[in-house]
């Protein structure tokens, strides 16, 4: 089916040079717009205003943007820093940056001139893409046997929130692509979608996906989850990860805590999908994961109905509050360990969570 649609990005020499071609995720689902990117500072701009978005994909966009530098002839150190810290929560995004110049730099140093370093960037990228298409597929294999076991006798009723399935990702994605493999298996009787306030990555995205593969999905909104739990409705929630800390905390789209904390009270598991990139073993714990904080017209403002030319959340759509309210907008919160009946990557699952499980999954890790 993904072979079908419009990628989510990918990069492209053209005869007036190379480019990235990001699918523009602001439109969605209204249309299917590419973006296209020629230089570093419109992919920062890109990554900022969520035309692409989502931890593992940001990491291929980091590594491409920095190719991009190579082989236009910026400079390269800068473009990295600029890419590593576009948006800083999801750790994906300086790993893919970082990754990519490091290869870029021993090229260099190895004697294989800037054409040849910038080829070998470009390998590199290429490579980081691929193997988050292949994570993909482990995750979505790993995070359906788990589920089966944790909710025996088929036919479940997934909660999400935000989006993790293709648009995140060079493949199927993380929790999402866990739920499509149990929907293939004939085992999901319902998606919840929550919107995901305020940019609504929810209502948008995942459930644009959903649509895409078939299944029985509803959107709620963020405040209806309490009553969905209180009403048996859910068998397990399952979303994905901007970063894991050692501890096992994690940090996700904000409203995911308030679902943990939902999912404990009512014994649902609690599952986080993410591949190994995402854990990051050098912040210690959840209280050292930087939330990325956005501005306040995300939530003042409606995103449809903007001033001709603007872009989804950039300002100027209709009041949803009196002009100068000020907002609270963190864009991620942090879910401690103790919420999270399991961690699934692309290397296996740690269940409990535990720092020595997390530990665990990166020794074995591909990732370098
Ligand atoms: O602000 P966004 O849309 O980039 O946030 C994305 C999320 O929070 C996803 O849940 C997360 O990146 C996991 S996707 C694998």
């Known amino acids: 089916m993904a072979e079908e649609c419009v990628p989510v990005i990918r990069y492209e020499e053209l005869p007036e040079g190379p480019v990235v071609v990001l699918l523009d995720q602001t439109r969605l689902p209204v249309e299917e717009a590419e973006l296209v990117c020629t230089d570093v500072p419109a992919l920062v701009e890109a990554i900022c205003s969520l035309a692409v978005r989502g931890a593992p994909v940001l990491g291929i966009a980091g590594g491409y943007g920095v190719a991009l530098a190579a082989a ?3 400079d390269v150190a800068d473009a990295a820093e600029q890419l590593a810290h576009a948006r800083p929560t999801a750790v994906n995004l300086a790993y893919g940056a970082r990754r990519v110049e490091a290869v870029y730099r021993e090229a260099l140093r190895a004697g294989a001139g800037e054409a040849g370093a910038a080829a070998q960037a470009l390998a590199e990228a290429r490579a980081l893409h691929r193997e988050d298409a292949e994570a993909s597929e482990r995750m979505a294999e790993y995070g359906s046997a788990l589920l089966a076991d944790l909710v025996p006798g088929g036919g479940m009723r997934v909660l999400t929130h935000c989006n993790t399935g293709r648009l995140v990702s060079g493949g199927g994605g993380t929790a999402l692509a866990v739920v499509k493999a ?29 649509a ?3 299944m029985a999905y509803s959107v709620l909104t963020d405040g209806a989850a309490g009553s969905l739990f209180a009403a048996g409705e859910v068998d397990a929630v399952v979303v994905g990860a901007d970063r894991i800390a050692a501890d096992g905390s994690v940090a996700n789209k904000v409203g995911t805590y308030s679902l943990a904390v939902l999912a404990g009270h009512h014994g649902v598991p609690f599952v986080v999908v993410a591949p190994v990139t995402t854990v990051d073993l050098a912040t210690e714990s959840g209280g050292d994961i930087e939330v990325e904080q956005r501005a306040a017209h995300e939530v003042t403002e409606g995103l449809w109905g ?10 100027g759509g209709p009041a949803l509050a009196p002009v100068g309210a000020h907002a609270y907008n963190p864009a991620f919160d942090v879910t401690p360990s103790a919420l999270v009946t399991a961690v699934v990557t692309d290397e296996g699952v740690a269940s409990p ?3 020595a499980g997390i530990a665990e999954l990166c020794s074995t890790s591909r990732k370098r």
Do not use: D, N
């Not at 929907?183 to 919840?192: D, I, K, M, T, V």
């Open 182 to 210: 149990v929907h293939r298996a004939g085992e999901l009787r319902r998606l919840w979608v929550g919107e995901t306030r305020p940019l609504l990555q929810g209502a948008r995205l995942t459930a644009y996906e959903a």
């Open 306 to 315: 903007r001033s001709p030319g603007s872009r989804m959340g950039s300002g």
């Open 353 to 355: 969570v535990t720092a």
């Open 72 to 74: 236009r002839g910026f």
């Open 212 to 214: 895409e593969a078939g």
